[in-house]
C-alpha cells in the first residue's frame, strides 16, 4: 500500500529553485505532523523540515532561510519550496510523519549541479 507520492524533483542549477510535493491519505495528514527527509549517497537519511498539525514549523540549520515547508489540508499534501539550492542539497527526498510511524515511499531525486 502505497502512503506516500512525493514529486517535483530534478536536475537544477546551484541557486535554482524546485517546490516538492507529497501527496499521503486523510488519515495519515490529518493525525500527524509531517517531515521532509533526505538522503545523500552514502550518508544517513536525515530530518530537513517539519510542520505540525497546528502549523508549527522547524528545519534543521542548513536549510534554514531558504526552503519553506507547508501543508495543504484540503489536498492532503506537504510541500516544500526550496531556493538557493547547493549541490551539498543533492540528495533523495521523502516525506513522512515527524517521528516516522510509516512505510518509506519512493521519493523524488533532487540534483543541484552545474
Known amino acids: 500500500q502505497v502512503q506516500f507520492v512525493e514529486s517535483g524533483g530534478g536536475l537544477v542549477q546551484p541557486g535554482g529553485s524546485l517546490r516538492l510535493s507529497c501527496a499521503t491519505s486523510g488519515s495519515i495528514f490529518s493525525l500527524n505532523a509531517m517531515g521532509w527527509y533526505r538522503q545523500a549517497p552514502g550518508k544517513q537519511r536525515e530530518l530537513v523540515a517539519v510542520?505540525?498539525?497546528?502549523?508549527?514549523?522547524s528545519y534543521v540549520d542548513s536549510v534554514k532561510g531558504r526552503f519553506t515547508i507547508s501543508r495543504d489540508n484540503a489536498k492532503n499534501t506537504v510541500y516544500l519550496q526550496m531556493n538557493s539550492l547547493k549541490p551539498e542539497d543533492t540528495a533523495v527526498y521523502y516525506c513522512n510523519s515527524a517521528p516516522t510511524r510509516f512505510t518509506w515511499g519512493r521519493g523524488t531525486q533532487v540534483t543541484v549541479s552545474s
Open positions: 510542520i505540525t498539525t497546528g502549523g508549527s514549523i
